[in-house]
């Protein structure tokens, strides 16, 4: 019989100014995943630097004592100064490992990467379950990694791009997340998280589907663009489980766009209601605002949301026809207006800085967002991350610029135009939080202290840049 594969899945941590601190539900899924396909063969570790303080004494200590043979490390774009900080460490204490790379900034940037990094053996590209099993069951069958499909490698001077793996369908075929390998009281702690407040201490994000049909320019790929969804039933059960097993009281959906089914959205909410779980929701990664009407909204908060977030991007017509998004601005007016009378909280996501976009444009944004009766706001600046239809029109203007560079530092507008937008975006956010506004959002703040303190640290970082 052969000897176990130990499998090191490894969170990243970069030194940043409010990083959120969520369950890893990433790797936690493709760890429930391996240990499904092959139970005992493999044991499966999984270290996120993101909660540890002494993070190097802490990964040596586990390269050592776990010795992995399989390491994957999982990286956002703003994490990409992880690798040259921490891979060469990892290397001189996994002489040995088979080392890979997944998540959106290696699927975007692998033709970069592999020449720069000879110690990797291969990044997956996008959707990573699937993936990784062929490429540790390549292990146990002798076999090269380079035969597996959805991967990019370095050999002869060249990248190579294997085909590319099938997306998973139907999602019910997934286990839950391997919420009993990380110790989740740890991601309760006062830290920042991605939704910025918290109705309760014990939460947890999930996913009901993977992917989005809409073509918005600056959005990525990596799960495909076919909405595929898990059914009602499977959902619920690991709100279930995750409710009695763990305690979690909040759940934070982060789909794409959780509403796109909109009988399917009403099995999951009635689901909750019928469970009798007395749960809190919120959705961080936004609605779709103009297929929801008021039923939906009614019944979102009955089944526990407290906050709805909306991505509306642009209040201007056609720069929501440029940007490929055509959200209807009237429904999502209105759709505001009712959950704010509904006593919801309600946040607006609102992007400056698009290639075509004026100063009028962003301008009439800045106003919109003001004028409504959203409670919250956050105004970024437009990126072009390698991937998206944005990146290609941006490469066509300015060449060889690595656009994740400056994600904190100089905008894409100014770059092209030469307009810095940096008061602009400063005085959106002196102007939208009146005193009024401040005021209403505090009454309907459902943990006072937390969330204030978060609000606070995430006000004096913008107004500090």
């Known amino acids: 019989m052969e000897p176990p594969i ?22 936690l899924s493709l760890s429930a995943y391996l240990k499904h396909k092959f139970n005992q063969s493999v044991h499966v570790q999984i270290l996120d630097l993101r909660i540890e303080k002494n993070r190097q004494t802490k990964l040596i200590q586990v ?63 996008g959707e990573g379950e699937q993936t990784l099993y062929q490429i540790v069951k390549a292990s146990f069958d002798n076999q090269s990694i380079h035969s597996v499909h959805g991967i990019a490698y370095y050999a002869n001077h060249t990248v190579h791009i294997t085909p590319k793996q ?37 939460y947890a994000p999930v996913m009901s589907s993977r992917a989005c049909p809409f073509q918005c320019i600056y959005c990525h790929r990596l799960f ?13 059960n690991e709100l279930d489980m995750l409710y009695h097993r763990y305690g979690v009281r909040e ?51 009955r089944a526990g949301a407290y906050m709805l977030t909306f991505a509306i991007e642009t209040a201007s017509k056609p720069m929501q026809k440029i940007i490929h998004k055509h959200l209807n601005l009237e429904k999502v007016w209105q759709n505001i207006i009712y959950a704010n009378q509904i006593g919801l909280i309600t946040k607006g996501y609102f992007m400056i800085g698009f290639p075509e976009e004026s100063i009028e444009d962003i301008q009439l944004t800045i106003r919109w967002a003001i004028a409504s009766q959203l409670d919250m706001a956050a ?19 300015i060449d060889s610029q690595q656009f994740i560079s400056f994600m904190d530092k100089q905008s894409y507008y100014e770059l ?32 006072k202290s937390y969330s204030l303190q978060r609000i606070f640290l995430a006000g004096t970082k913008v107004l500090s840049v």
């Open 224 to 236: 495909g663009k076919q909405f595929r969804k898990r059914s009602p039933n499977h959902f619920l």
């Open 166 to 202: 099938n997306y998973i369908h139907p999602l019910d075929t997934l286990p839950f997340p391997d919420y009993e390998a990380i110790p989740i009281h740890r991601y309760w702690g006062n830290h920042d998280q991605m939704n910025v407040i918290l109705a309760e201490k014990k």
């Open 251 to 301: 759940f934070h959906i982060i789909d794409d766009v959780f509403n796109l089914d909109r009988s399917r959205m009403h099995d999951i909410l009635h689901g909750i209601i019928d469970r009798n779980l007395s749960i809190r929701l919120a959705f961080p990664n936004a609605l779709r605002a103009d297929i929801l009407d008021f039923t939906d909204i009614d019944l979102l908060k």
């Open 379 to 397: 105004f970024f600046f437009v990126v072009p991350f390698k991937g998206t239809v944005l990146y290609e029109q941006a490469i066509e203007k």
């Open 63 to 125: 390269l050592q004592s776990f010795k992995p043979n399989l390491i994957g490390i999982s990286l956002l774009t703003f994490e990409h100064p992880f690798l040259r900080s921490y891979l060469p460490l990892i290397r001189h204490h996994a002489l040995n490992a088979t080392i890979i790379l997944g998540g959106p900034y290696p699927s975007s940037h692998y033709m970069d990467i592999l020449p720069m990094f000879p110690d990797i053996s291969c990044i997956v590209l």
């Open 6 to 27: 130990n499998i090191l899945l490894i969170k990243a941590f970069v030194p940043i100014r409010k990083q959120s601190i969520d369950i890893p539900i990433g790797i």
């Open 416 to 447: 092209l135009t030469g307009h810095s937008l940096k008061w602009i975006h400063k005085m959106a956010y002196i102007k939208f939080y009146s005193l009024k506004r401040i005021l209403r959002l505090i009454k309907k703040l459902p943990n």
